[in-house]
Nanobody, 127 residues
C-alpha cells in the first residue's frame, strides 16, 4: 500500500522560501518517477517539478526553472521541493505524486495523468 505524506507548507512573503517534504511508504522511490504538482481553486493541477529518482534526472515547469529544486533522500525514502524567490502566483495546494509505471527516464513527465499515487497536499500561500 503506497502512501505519500506532504509537509512543510505555510505562509511566506514574496521573495521568501519554503521547503516541502514528502515521506513515501510502500514503494522504494528509486524505482519510480516522483513529482510535485500544485493546484489553485478553479484551475487544473499543474506539474511543477519531477524526477526519475533512480537515474537522478529532473524536469521543471518553465514558471519555476531557476527558483525551485527537486531532490530526494533515498535513505529516508523522501522527496523534497525547495521553493525559492516565491511569487504570489506560486500560491496553491502542493501535492506529491508517484508514477509507479514510469518510463520517461530522461525527461520525467509533468503530466498529471501520468501519476497514479497522490498525497493529500500541503498549502503554500505567498502574500
Amino acid at each position: 500500500h503506497v502512501q505519500l505524506v506532504e509537509s512543510g507548507g505555510g505562509s511566506v512573503q514574496p521573495g521568501g522560501s519554503v521547503k516541502l517534504a514528502c515521506e513515501v511508504t510502500g514503494v522504494d522511490i528509486r524505482s519510480t518517477c516522483m513529482g510535485w504538482f500544485r493546484q489553485t481553486p478553479g484551475k487544473e493541477r499543474e506539474g511543477v517539478a519531477s524526477s526519475w529518482v533512480g537515474g537522478d534526472t529532473t524536469n521543471y515547469a518553465d514558471s519555476v526553472k531557476g527558483r525551485f529544486v527537486i531532490s530526494h533522500d533515498s535513505a529516508k525514502n523522501a522527496l523534497y521541493l525547495d521553493a525559492n524567490n516565491l511569487k504570489p502566483e506560486d500560491s496553491g495546494m502542493y501535492y506529491c505524486a508517484a508514477d509507479l509505471y514510469c518510463s520517461d527516464y530522461e525527461v520525467p513527465s509533468l503530466r498529471r495523468t501520468d501519476f497514479n499515487r497522490w498525497g493529500q497536499g500541503t498549502q503554500v500561500t505567498v502574500s
